[in-house]
């Protein structure tokens, strides 16, 4: 069954979306108000090779909405995520150990899908880090087979 992609705001576990959603929701008051209030844990989906990006939202720029700004901007993360070499690798070479003509920004727009896993209070960024930690290690994402995290 094909998952409809959130794009109503209802609870920040029904959030699914693609990037060019992101790019739109980032930009929608209500969405703003909603996603700059916490931060905690999302998942970045890769379509294409079945791949988890696991990160973390700790509030320094406005929760999880400051964090998906980033994505819109930078399909990598930009510099808070300089040393995930899995994610960065995937994105400028437009696979990872798969043949396709996309790269970067293209590459975010026809396969990722962003999802919150966990919502947390701003303010305390150690138990964003460890919860961030833990669903890495839940699902696997720091093994190559499986995962894009780098770090």
């Keep these: 069954e094909k998952i409809k992609l959130a794009t109503e705001f209802n609870s920040y576990e029904d959030i699914y979306l693609n990037y060019n959603e992101l790019k739109r929701v980032i930009n929608d008051g209500n969405w703003q108000e909603r996603l700059s209030r916490y931060g905690g844990v999302y998942l970045i ?24 700004e980033d994505y819109v901007n930078n399909p990598t993360g930009g510099e808070k995520d300089k040393d995930n070499v899995m994610l960065r690798e995937l994105l400028e070479n437009g696979k990872y150990g798969n043949n396709t003509k996309f790269k970067g920004k293209d590459y ?18 150690t138990r964003i880090r460890n919860a961030e930690s833990r669903w890495k290690l839940h699902l696997g994402t720091r093994d190559k087979k499986h995962g894009l995290n780098g770090n």
């Design 45 to 68: 989906h890769d379509d294409y090779t079945g791949k988890n990006y696991i990160g973390a939202a700790y509030g320094e720029n406005g929760g999880f909405l400051g964090r998906w």
């Design 108 to 125: 975010a727009k026809k396969y990722f899908k962003y999802s919150i896993l966990e919502v947390l209070p701003l303010g305390n960024s």
